[in-house]
């Protein structure tokens, strides 16, 4: 491992700084106003400030007064995170932590970011754009968390905390209004049912918004809301020796899909077009495509696609911790299931009466099941402490199964854009399909994927106190995975489709056909991945650290036709940071520098298999980053709290090849082409991200308060294509938020007006790039999916019982 000189001497900077301040307040208890966040960061409960890592953590007050009130918002809460719905898809997260994410939602692929609720793992994006209903807090741990939390964290986490039932009855009710006819109502109520041993928490919460993207095509307004969620919650504690906590939450969502915003590239002259840009003005649709795209406006565009998009999701969970006198006997049991249908891609390049790219259509085989998935995990773990609580430990065993049937139905014109019949007859006739673009290449496929994960692992980590200053952790997990996929094909219809040619298929001798239309692949992978750290407290409220921590994310395979493996992907990071409370109290300020590198990091790059456009997971075989990120929170009065958080990124991949099995569009004869992406920017990785945000209280006549806040938020340049094209370019952007909150005398009434994007910039979420490889295929146009206007609204809400 090669380390680079600056990443030493800013970590020697930082020390110095917190050294200095220390002196002042040598010792000094933290008896300021910052709030002190607990989180279960090494699976037992401590203070942020406490955990040699680094952790950004807020409470629900927090939340509230920086109006995070969906998932999507946590992006605003830590450096270097990137967090919103993906771009064709607006009931599944799209999470980016250090450079590291994933942009393919398929079940043979897994997210980078592992994302938790109440510490239980959600196996799949799908269903994970929600909003935070009644939560404790939340916690961003950055960095590789491959011993307690495991695989599929190899750039770091999200850990969403849920309030448990208490022995108090009290609740609170909230009502909202903003623009779009936006509305909100939401209530929670904990009920004691025995005294000091049972009680419940019942949550629900209805949200609705009108789309903000016009498609000129309906009249329709794209991109709305609409979201029902109910959580219930049980606790039990029978004896000081046991408790135990049920929980059950069903989520709805039913909205219309992304509506893209489209822009097209080719020459205004389509008889000058080059590959399949020239075959398609032949066919009398290049120019309607063309004219489908260049609306003009980011928040309008064509599109004929009927719009469906609903996630239904519920989940059931278990936790019993049994106190053995030695230790903690610990169990986590979860079960969830989602249901997802997206009818639509958005990519708004119809721009006439023809549905030209008819991405999903109904699919026979699937039964209009876009994805189904259902999974299930149990961990038990023992935790405990020896040597005179000088040895604090805890180990355990986890289990993850997972089964998905999903399946969608795409047009065959190589993944792109099959004229109808009523516009270009000529593509359909029998015999002239065959000699000039190739048999596949027409009509409509039914594709569906089943298939089934199963991890296994066993964990230990332990934290050594040396002395009273210095502490070392160390730990370690072995994680074993397995795979199995199966990949049918059927023609639109559900009829058999001889040109079906998968890994492992079988043919008839007598007529070279395939015997059956489906195909399998199963594949095991394991891993160790360990994890050091040294801790040192030069003073009271500081803490220095420094360590190395391993992730991984396993193997699997493409759903494409060709069904190609992809290698487990290591991460290796080194950490160097700081941790202080000084100034009485009053000033808290964390830094940390890292390097990582990945070896085969798992990146979703366009490519052509099989003459096939599609986009599959690769590896690209060596890539280094390296950052820093500092977080500061200031409270100068009781009143009054700044904040500020800086994240720098950086990054290279260090070699990064790929390689096309193209056709010719017009011979059909085979062209290998290379491609080297070593050179290019990591996608959703701005090098610089800054958080600023103020917050002020007055104290009123009659004892009423009155609370501003307004927040900040900027990222550099980034891009969302691989090859860096200007199409996917995300420009430099600032970004404000502003909340004022009344409160009445009572404390407990309050009538509060909030802004999201006050300046109204416009900025999209991702980006679909159908350009295509200008050695065959080029496509001439790039989709963007739009993100919000400036939105505001006013809410009332009232809290009761104890």
Same mark, same amino acid.
């Given at each position: 491992?090669?380390?680079?000189?600056?990443?030493?001497?800013?970590?020697?900077?930082?020390?110095?700084?917190?050294?200095?301040?220390?002196?002042?307040?040598?010792?000094?208890?933290?008896?300021?106003?910052?709030?002190?966040?607990?989180?279960?960061?090494?699976?037992?409960?401590?203070?942020?400030?406490?955990?040699?890592?680094?952790?950004?953590?807020?409470?629900?007050?927090?939340?509230?007064?920086?109006?995070?009130?969906?998932?999507?918002?946590?992006?605003?809460?830590?450096?270097?995170?990137?967090? +919103?719905?993906?771009?064709?898809?607006?009931?599944?997260?799209?999470?980016?932590?250090?450079?590291?994410?994933?942009?393919?939602?398929?079940?043979?692929?897994?997210?980078?970011?592992?994302?938790?609720?109440?510490?239980?793992?959600?196996?799949?994006?799908?269903?994970?754009?929600?909003?935070?209903?009644?939560?404790?807090?939340?916690?961003?741990?950055?960095?590789?968390?491959?011993?307690?939390?495991?695989?599929?964290?190899?750039?770091?986490?999200?850990?969403?905390?849920?309030?448990?039932?208490?022995?108090?009855?009290?609740?609170?009710?909230?009502?909202?209004?903003? +623009?779009?006819?936006?509305?909100?109502?939401?209530?929670?109520?904990?009920?004691?049912?025995?005294?000091?041993?049972?009680?419940?928490?019942?949550?629900?919460?209805?949200?609705?918004?009108?789309?903000?993207?016009?498609?000129?095509?309906?009249?329709?307004?794209?991109?709305?809301?609409?979201?029902?969620?109910?959580?219930?919650?049980?606790?039990?504690?029978?004896?000081?020796?046991?408790?135990?906590?049920?929980?059950?939450?069903?989520?709805?969502?039913?909205?219309?899909?992304?509506?893209?915003?489209?822009?097209? =590239?080719?020459?205004?002259?389509?008889?000058?077009?080059?590959?399949?840009?020239?075959?398609?003005?032949?066919?009398?649709?290049?120019?309607?495509?063309? +004219?489908?795209?260049?609306?003009?406006?980011?928040?309008?565009?064509?599109?004929?696609?009927?719009?469906?998009?609903?996630?239904?999701?519920?989940?059931?969970?278990?936790?019993? #911790?049994?106190?053995?006198?030695?230790?903690?006997?610990?169990?986590?049991?979860?079960?969830?299931?989602?249901?997802?249908?997206?009818?639509?891609?958005?990519?708004?390049?119809?721009?006439?009466?023809?549905?030209?790219?008819?991405?999903?259509?109904?699919?026979?085989?699937?039964?209009?099941?876009?994805?189904?998935?259902?999974?299930?995990?149990?961990?038990?773990?023992?935790?405990?402490?020896?040597?005179?609580?000088?040895?604090?430990?805890?180990?355990?065993?986890?289990?993850?199964?997972?089964?998905?049937?999903?399946?969608?139905?795409?047009?065959?014109?190589?993944?792109?854009?099959?004229?109808?019949?009523?516009?270009?007859?000529?593509?359909?006739?029998?015999?002239?399909?065959?000699?000039?673009?190739?048999?596949?290449?027409?009509?409509?496929?039914?594709?569906?994927?089943?298939?089934?994960?199963?991890?296994?692992?066993?964990?230990?980590?332990?934290?050594?106190?040396?002395?009273?200053?210095?502490?070392?952790?160390?730990?370690?997990?072995?994680?074993?995975?397995?795979?199995?996929?199966?990949?049918?094909?059927?023609?639109?219809?559900?009829?058999?489709?001889?040109?079906?040619?998968?890994?492992?298929?079988?043919?008839?001798?007598?007529?070279?056909?395939?015997?059956?239309?489906?195909?399998?692949?199963?594949?095991?992978?394991?891993?160790?991945?360990?994890?050091?750290?040294?801790? $040192?407290?030069?003073?009271?409220?500081?803490?220095?650290?420094?360590?190395?921590?391993?992730?991984?994310?396993?193997?699997?395979?493409?759903?494409?036709?060709?069904?190609?493996? $992809?290698?487990?992907?290591?991460?290796?990071?080194?950490? =160097?940071?700081?941790?202080?409370?000084?100034?009485?109290?009053?000033?808290?300020?964390?830094?940390?520098?890292?390097?990582?590198?990945?070896?085969?990091?798992?990146?979703?790059?366009?490519?052509?298999?099989?003459?096939?456009?599609?986009?599959?997971?690769? +590896?690209?075989?060596?890539?280094?980053?390296?950052?820093?990120?500092?977080?500061?929170?200031?409270?100068?009065?009781?009143?009054?709290?700044?904040?500020?958080?800086?994240?720098?990124?950086?990054?290279?991949?260090?070699?990064?090849?790929?390689?096309?099995?193209?056709?010719?569009?017009?011979?059909?004869?085979?062209?290998?082409?290379?491609?080297?992406?070593?050179?290019?920017?990591?996608?959703?990785?701005?090098?610089?991200?800054?958080?600023?945000?103020?917050?002020?209280?007055?104290?009123?006549?009659?004892?009423?308060?009155?609370?501003?806040?307004?927040?900040?938020?900027?990222?550099?340049?980034?891009?969302?294509?691989?090859?860096?094209?200007?199409?996917?370019?995300?420009?430099?952007?600032?970004?404000?938020?502003?909340?004022?909150?009344?409160?009445?005398? #009572?404390?407990?009434?309050?009538?509060?007006?909030?802004?999201?994007?006050?300046?109204?910039?416009?900025?999209?979420?991702?980006?679909?790039?159908?350009?295509?490889?200008?050695?065959?295929?080029?496509?001439?146009?790039?989709?963007?999916?739009?993100?919000?206007?400036?939105?505001?609204?006013?809410?009332?809400?009232?809290?009761?019982?104890?």
């Amino acid at each position: 491992m090669r380390f680079h000189p600056w990443i030493l001497s800013i970590f020697v900077a930082s020390s110095t700084l917190v050294f200095h301040n220390q002196a002042v307040a040598e010792d000094a208890e933290a008896s300021g106003p910052i709030e002190e966040v607990l989180v279960t960061a090494r699976r037992r409960e401590e203070s942020a400030q406490n955990v040699p890592i680094p952790i950004t953590a807020m409470s629900e007050d927090q939340l509230d007064e920086r109006n995070i009130v969906s998932v999507e918002d946590i992006s605003r809460l830590a450096p270097n995170l990137q967090f +919103n719905y993906a771009s064709v898809n607006r009931g599944t997260m799209n999470v980016f932590l250090r450079g590291i994410g994933q942009v393919n939602w398929s079940a043979t692929m897994d997210p980078k970011i592992g994302v938790y609720i109440d510490g239980v793992y959600m196996g799949r994006p799908q269903g994970g754009v929600f909003d935070l209903l009644d939560i404790e807090r939340i916690e961003v741990l950055r960095g590789p968390q491959g011993t307690l939390f495991g695989r599929n964290t190899t750039a770091g986490l999200v850990n969403v905390i849920t309030r448990k039932p208490d022995t108090d009855f009290g609740g609170k009710v909230k009502v909202g209004f903003g +623009n779009f006819s936006s509305n909100v109502v939401s209530a929670n109520v904990n009920i004691p049912l025995k005294e000091d041993t049972l009680a419940a928490r019942v949550n629900f919460q209805t949200r609705n918004a009108d789309g903000y993207m016009n498609n000129l095509a309906t009249g329709a307004k794209w991109n709305d809301e609409g979201e029902t969620a109910v959580r219930a919650s049980v606790a039990w504690t029978p004896s000081d020796r046991f408790d135990a906590r049920f929980s059950a939450d069903i989520v709805r969502r039913d909205e219309l899909p992304s509506l893209a915003s489209c822009e097209w =590239f080719g020459p205004a002259d389509g008889s000058t077009a080059a590959g399949l840009p020239a075959v398609l003005f032949l066919g009398g649709v290049y120019d309607t495509i063309a +004219n489908g795209c260049d609306m003009g406006d980011a928040y309008s565009a064509y599109e004929l696609d009927p719009a469906v998009s609903t996630t239904d999701s519920e989940s059931f969970g278990l936790v019993m #911790n049994v106190d053995l006198g030695g230790g903690t006997l610990t169990s986590v049991s979860s079960y969830r299931a989602t249901e997802h249908v997206n009818s639509s891609w958005g990519n708004a390049s119809d721009g006439g009466t023809v549905n030209y790219i008819d991405v999903i259509a109904a699919c026979d085989t699937c039964q209009d099941i876009l994805y189904d998935f259902d999974y299930f995990s149990q961990e038990i773990r023992l935790d405990g402490s020896s040597l005179d609580g000088r040895l604090t430990w805890v180990a355990g065993f986890y289990y993850y199964t997972e089964e998905s049937h999903s399946g969608d139905g795409v047009p065959i014109l190589r993944g792109y854009v099959p004229p109808s019949a009523e516009a270009w007859p000529l593509f359909y006739a029998p015999g002239i399909a065959d000699i000039v673009m190739g048999t596949q290449m027409f009509g409509s496929r039914d594709q569906r994927y089943d298939t089934k994960n199963t991890s296994t692992a066993f964990f230990v980590e332990s934290v050594y106190q040396v002395n009273d200053k210095f502490d070392l952790t160390a730990g370690l997990r072995r994680t074993k995975d397995e795979r199995e996929f199966r990949r049918t094909q059927t023609l639109h219809g559900g009829a058999f489709d001889p040109t079906y040619n998968c890994p492992g298929m079988v043919f008839d001798a007598a007529t070279g056909l395939p015997t059956s239309n489906s195909c399998y692949q199963e594949a095991e992978f394991d891993k160790i991945t360990p994890r050091v750290i040294a801790s $040192y407290k030069p003073g009271e409220n500081v803490t220095v650290y420094g360590g190395y921590s391993m992730g991984y994310s396993s193997g699997g395979f493409n759903q494409d036709i060709a069904m190609r493996p $992809y290698k487990p992907e290591v991460s290796g990071n080194w950490e =160097f940071g700081v941790k202080s409370l000084i100034r009485d109290g009053r000033v808290q300020a964390n830094a940390t520098s890292f390097y990582t590198v990945y070896e085969e990091q798992q990146l979703t790059v366009g490519r052509v298999v099989e003459g096939q456009p599609t986009a599959d997971l690769i +590896n690209a075989q060596e890539a280094h980053l390296y950052g820093i990120e500092v977080e500061i929170i200031a409270a100068p009065t009781d009143d009054l709290t700044f904040g500020a958080s800086w994240g720098y990124l950086d990054g290279k991949y260090k070699q990064f090849d790929v390689q096309d099995n193209l056709l010719d569009p017009v011979t059909g004869e085979g062209i290998i082409v290379d491609r080297d992406l070593t050179n290019v920017d990591p996608i959703k990785t701005p090098d610089v991200t800054l958080t600023l945000s103020g917050s002020y209280v007055w104290h009123m006549d009659g004892g009423h308060n009155l609370a501003a806040h307004l927040g900040a938020n900027y990222t550099s340049r980034s891009w969302n294509s691989l090859e860096n094209k200007l199409a996917s370019k995300q420009d430099p952007l600032w970004l404000m938020d502003a909340r004022v909150t009344w409160t009445a005398a #009572n404390g407990r009434t309050e009538v509060a007006v909030w802004a999201r994007n006050l300046t109204d910039q416009e900025y999209f979420s991702g980006a679909l790039d159908f350009t295509g490889d200008p050695e065959t295929l080029p496509l001439q146009f790039n989709s963007t999916y739009t993100m919000p206007p400036r939105m505001f609204g006013i809410e009332l809400s009232h809290t009761f019982g104890g």
